[in-house]
């Protein structure tokens, strides 16, 4: 895929909305080492071989610079180390969402199919506030009374996703133990199967469970999620311990929607998958 290329998969949705004091600072780093170096915006591009549009954005703060922008620019200007440096210390803006999360939340707003498979705990779209809360508390380390109040609003903000767009197709995959431990007590569990049941109900909204007795399992590398957009580009992401990566290459994100087609077709339906979540809510 060619620098070109890859801008046009990500667009716009990885502009910064709220660009951080970090991300401005480096921006204004990098435009005051391009001056220096006498090299206009379209010449600096040239080298680095990302488009005048990218410079520009990064200049003014408004786009995160991937690892590959600022390696490139760092050579280009010197190779002082100091770009690569001061890299390290970039956050955004954006509060109550993981750094790493921050591009695939906004894919989430533009995106006409999402679709997860999880195997942790409940898809963050479908989570109670009660819920959510419970599964911040066991965040290590722990965090702070401010820091709890805004992820928890995060995650309730992202879910007005699936009632604010019923043209968008959402579709889940869970393992059944997710379902089964009561993470936040009972009365916890209780309430979040019940807002599970009332999601499935939904006509844009699928939801599917991996029972526990399961002998084929196409999803056994970790969670996933998937979209695609109004253009037809289909998009993953996936996330690890304090990571997640976007990915935008075509041929490896059919590789990964392939998987989630399989995953599907060896969950329970979604109407078995209701009667078990009603089993399950029943024995509580």
């Not at 502009?15 to 170096?37: C, N």
């Not at 196409?218 to 109004?230: I, K, N, R, S, V």
Request: a negative charge; proline letters at 5%; aromatic letters at 6%.
């Amino acid at each position: 895929m060619t620098t070109d290329d890859a801008e046009a998969t990500t667009g716009d949705y990885e502009r910064e909305p709220d660009p951080s004091d970090s991300l401005r600072t480096f921006g204004a780093v990098v435009q005051a080492l391009r001056a220096h170096a006498g090299l206009s915006r379209a010449e600096f591009g040239e080298q680095v071989r990302f488009s005048k549009h990218t410079v520009e954005s990064v200049e003014l703060g408004r786009r995160m610079p991937d690892d590959v922008f600022v390696e490139r620019a760092e050579q280009a200007l010197g190779n002082t180390g100091a770009l690569r440096k001061a890299s390290t210390h970039l956050t955004r803006g954006e509060p109550g969402l993981a750094a790493w999360f921050r591009r695939w939340a906004r894919l989430e707003k533009v995106a006409v199919s999402l679709s997860t498979y999880e195997c942790r705990l409940v898809p963050g779209l479908l989570q109670s506030e009660a819920y959510a809360r419970a599964a911040f508390d066991n965040s290590i380390p722990p965090p702070s009374d401010e820091q709890m109040e805004a992820q928890v609003a995060a995650r309730m903000d992202r879910q007005r996703l699936i009632r604010e767009r019923p043209n968008t197709s959402f579709s889940f995959v869970m393992e059944e133990h997710i379902v089964r431990r009561r993470l936040g007590g009972t009365e916890v569990t209780q309430g979040q199967l019940e807002d599970i049941l009332d999601f499935a109900q939904l006509r844009n909204v699928s939801v599917q469970i991996m029972p526990i007795d399961s002998v084929c399992h196409a999803g056994l590398d970790g969670p996933l999620a998937l979209a695609e957009t109004t253009d037809g580009r289909r998009l993953a992401y996936s996330e690890g311990q304090k990571n997640g990566r976007l990915i935008a290459d075509p041929a490896e994100a059919a590789v990964l929607h392939q998987r989630y087609a399989t995953l599907r077709s060896q969950a329970l339906t979604p109407l078995d998958s209701v009667g078990l979540l009603k089993e399950i809510r029943g024995a509580l």
